[in-house]
């Protein structure tokens, strides 16, 4: 199995520019979650999906950052316009119903200038 | 609010020199404590899961346990190779599957 498959790896942008990360969670989970970590506030979870569906959104730091799942194979993290603070590395983690381990895909690291 | 405190931040070790680490949690109601591994520029590696105070898990020179209030995760005889950060995260009843993780202890094991 290839695991959960985070796209881009390393991302680098200015200040006002869109970036969306992807993600490819493991077949056959149906639950997928977008964590951000910083070295201040280390792995927080942003917003977590059930069968595509999104159920707590209340991680999400504000309106500029959106997340969609259209499908069971791909979801995108959007951040529109990208701040500085933004700056950090965001990580895709996947997970089946009945188990509640997560697992995690190998992040990108975003830098906005 | 629920709350998970680890500690120590960092840890250096001797080669073979065997110590714990700490995960102690606040929380309304524990469904399950987790332990995971994150080296540097990947992601988090998940170790095991803990349900119930009394439970110990095992894998090679690491064993977990859990009690009402923390968790321990005892490093026997380490390596270098166990140089890593180890991540503590907890699921709580009513919380759905999400995870609230604490900051981490960072563990270097030295020749």
């Known amino acids: 199995d290839a695991g959960v498959i985070q796209s881009p790896r390393h991302e680098v942008t200015e200040m006002g520019q869109e970036v969306t990360l992807r993600c490819k969670p493991i077949?056959?989970?149906?639950?997928l979650f977008w964590y951000r970590q910083t070295m201040m506030r280390g792995l927080e979870l942003l917003i977590y999906?059930?069968?595509?569906?999104?159920?707590?959104d209340s991680g999400m730091p504000e309106d500029r950052f959106s997340a969609k799942m259209p499908n069971a194979s791909f979801s995108t993290l959007k951040i529109q316009p990208s701040e500085p603070r933004d700056s950090a590395v965001y990580f895709c983690?996947?997970?089946?119903?009945?188990?509640?381990?997560?697992?995690f895909g190998p992040g990108t690291r975003l830098l906005v200038l | 609010e629920d709350q998970v405190t680890q500690s120590p931040e960092a840890l250096r070790l001797q080669e073979g020199e065997s110590s714990s680490l700490n995960c102690s949690y606040t929380?309304?109601?524990?469904?399950?404590l987790f332990w995971y591994r994150q080296d540097p520029g990947k992601g988090p590696e998940f170790l095991f899961t803990?349900?119930?105070a009394g439970e110990e898990k095992e894998k090679e020179r690491l064993k977990a346990t859990l009690t009402k209030k923390e968790s321990f995760l005892h490093i026997t005889a380490p390596k270098p190779e166990d140089s890593a950060t180890y991540l503590c995260?907890?699921?709580?009843?009513?919380?759905?599957?999400?995870?609230?993780f604490g900051t981490g202890t960072q563990l270097k094991v030295e020749l």
């Open positions: 999906f059930n069968n595509n569906v999104p159920i707590d």
């Open positions: 929380v309304s109601g524990l469904r399950g």
């Open positions: 803990l349900y119930s």
């Open positions: 995260a907890v699921v709580v009843r009513g919380g759905g599957n999400k995870l609230t």
């Open positions: 077949s056959g989970h149906d639950y």
């Open positions: 983690a996947s997970s089946f119903d009945s188990q509640e381990t997560q697992y």
